[in-house]
Nanobody, 117 residues
Framework: QVQLVESGGSLVQPGGSLRLSCTAS????????MAWYRQIPGNQRELVASITNGGTTNYAEFVKGRFTISRDNAKNTVYLQMNSLKAEDTAVYYCKAARTLSNLMYWGQGTQVTVSS
């Protein structure tokens, strides 16, 4: 049974920082590219950042220089360090695991990030 469990979402003030974690079970973690997406109510889910099994990263323009994605293969965990948070970063953040050279993918349940004073 595959599970992706996100944690770390919270209420934070503008300019603050949060670190999200997503721990995977039931998959061979190193076979998967990992990514963080976010969704604002009424909007489509959008890519925030991704990291290949080799460690190559990719970021959406709106988070470049503020967010950092990383992975710890020994812990089956991917992280999203979010700095200089803005009100417009408020969303539910989802973790996705995508098997390389395959259409197989899994999603976590999401974690709420609220940026407000």
């Amino acid at each position: 049974q595959v599970q992706l469990v996100e944690s770390g979402g919270s209420l934070v003030q503008p300019g603050g920082s949060l670190r999200l974690s997503c721990t995977a079970s039931g998959i061979i973690f190193t076979y998967y590219q990992m990514a963080w997406y976010r969704q604002i109510p009424g909007n489509q889910r959008e890519l925030v950042a991704s990291i290949t099994n080799g460690g190559t990263t990719n970021y959406a323009e709106f988070v470049k220089g503020r967010f950092t994605i990383s992975r710890d293969n020994a812990k089956n965990t991917v992280y999203l360090q979010m700095n200089s948070l803005k009100a417009e970063d408020t969303a539910v953040y989802y973790c996705k695991a995508a098997r390389t050279l395959s259409n197989l993918m899994y999603w976590g349940q999401g974690t709420q990030v609220t940026v407000s004073s």
